[in-house]
């Protein structure tokens, strides 16, 4: 099946800093990628849809410029968290696009996420 | 506006059978998922759902009614491993998953 990663897994930071967290997709390629939020014991909150090769697209009330998504390849999205402050630290999810069935079912699939820690 | 609606907590016993509810009303549909989420992971895929009726797929069943806006997520066979949270989200017009806020299901001996 479709495998997704995520890197790091655990991330321990001081307030100010920028934390780069990675996504890829391992044995396809994934031209549409998703960032997700999730707080605890909350659903899953999108932040924003990252295509390959064009501008991120964000959902209402998360800032691009805080959160800066890059696609710049058919397996790989970053998301930077630019100056981190304690109310960022959340679990960041990210999942990539899969054609699972000759029916053209879609679905996402998930990479194991990152904890992030902002001191 | 969008909606997802499920139980928020469930509780249920090992080897018994267990049906968490989903009603949904969303912009257009373009298909139902349920996804299980153990504390602390991401979630995974369990199953899909575009046409009405029942699918099945080993111990887990999935039902979808489109005029209701309902669907149910059927455990059966409960194990110990099954306690988690499991996720009902719905595509939309715009192609967009919606999320529920999930079900946390505890399995006790």
């Known amino acids: 099946g479709a495998v997704v990663s995520q890197h790091p897994s655990w991330v321990i930071c001081k307030s100010g800093t920028s934390v780069k967290i990675e996504c890829r997709s391992l044995?396809?390629?994934?031209?549409?990628m998703f960032w997700y939020r999730q707080f605890p014991k909350q659903s899953l909150m999108l932040m924003a849809t990252?295509?390959?090769?064009?501008?991120?697209?964000?959902e209402q009330g998360v800032e691009k410029d805080k959160f800066l998504i890059n696609h710049a390849s058919l397996t790989l999205s970053t998301l930077t968290v630019t100056s981190a402050h304690p109310e960022d630290s959340s679990f960041y999810i990210c999942?990539?696009?899969?054609?699972?069935?000759?029916?053209?079912?879609?679905?996402?699939?998930f990479g194991p996420g990152t904890r992030l820690l902002v001191l | 506006g969008q909606n997802i609606d499920q139980p928020t907590e469930m509780t249920a016993t090992e080897g018994a059978i267990v049906q968490i509810n989903c009603t949904y009303q969303?912009?257009?549909?373009?298909?139902l998922f349920w996804y299980q989420q153990h504390a602390g992971e991401a979630p995974t895929f369990l199953s899909y759902?575009?046409l009405d009726g029942l699918e099945e797929k080993g111990r887990f069943s999935s039902f979808l009614s489109r005029s209701k806006g309902y669907s149910y997520l059927l455990l059966k066979e409960l194990q110990m491993k099954d306690s988690a949270s499991y996720l009902c989200?719905?595509?939309?017009?715009?192609?967009?998953?919606?999320w529920g806020a999930g079900t946390k299901l505890i399995i006790k001996p």
């Open positions: 999942s990539a696009r899969v054609v699972v069935a000759s029916g053209g079912l879609e679905t996402q699939y």
């Open positions: 044995d396809f390629q994934a031209t549409t």
């Open positions: 990252s295509n390959e090769g064009s501008k991120a697209t964000y």
């Open positions: 969303t912009s257009g549909f373009n298909g």
């Open positions: 759902n575009v």
């Open positions: 989200a719905v595509r939309d017009s715009n192609y967009q998953l919606i």
